[in-house]
């Protein structure tokens, strides 16, 4: 997908949560922080060339640190995020900069995926399709969040999620197989 077409899939869902286009785009701190991810990440992707490479990255580094004090969300360009991403509440949420995060993904309010472990275990998450993540959750180190997973408030997850598993507690164990679906 292009970088506009991965914006208008994170504007679309979005829109399937009620929102209007002035509410979405002037009063959504989650969408401005995919938005002005979106264009870091396609400049982090596409621009080779040095001179502009360092400018475009420059600017945006500089947009990413506005944004992430105005909403307290950081997202840096070098993340991978699939289509359809939503942030449903202000504030808290920090991903790693070699997070990789699946298509249709929900995160809540103060969530951290970020890096954990020793040795070999050491590393960053890898997450899904059409995981959701509740707030004031921390998903870290080398592990696999499969598709359809669920996990609760208030959750450390460090090690792997089942696919249509919902994990809660810390630390996080199974307590449905139902999954993500009616969250997403």
């Not at 009620?18 to 009063?27: A, E, K």
């Not at 090690?159 to 996080?172: F, H, R």
């Amino acid at each position: 997908m292009t970088t506009w077409q991965l914006i208008h899939s994170d504007y679309k869902k979005y829109r399937k949560y009620g929102g209007s286009f002035i509410g979405i785009v002037f009063f959504t701190q989650g969408f401005w922080a995919i938005f002005q991810y979106r264009l870091a990440n396609a400049v982090y992707r596409k621009i080779k060339w040095q001179p502009f490479r360092l400018v475009f990255k420059g600017l945006l580094f500089l947009w990413q640190k506005v944004i992430e004090l105005t909403t307290g969300i950081s997202i840096p360009a070098s993340v991978q995020i699939g289509h359809s991403f939503y942030i449903g509440h202000f504030g808290g949420i920090f991903l790693n900069q070699d997070v990789i995060i699946g298509n249709n993904c929900n995160l809540s309010q103060n969530v951290t995926v970020g890096v954990s472990g020793l040795g070999e275990k050491r590393g960053v998450p890898i997450i899904g399709d059409n995981v959701y993540i509740a707030a004031n959750s921390i998903v870290a180190g080398k592990i696999f969040i499969a598709d359809g997973a669920l996990i609760g408030a208030c959750s450390l997850v460090t090690s792997d999620v089942a696919p249509q598993t919902t994990v809660l507690g810390v630390p996080a164990q199974v307590i449905s197989q139902n999954g993500s679906k009616e969250y997403i």
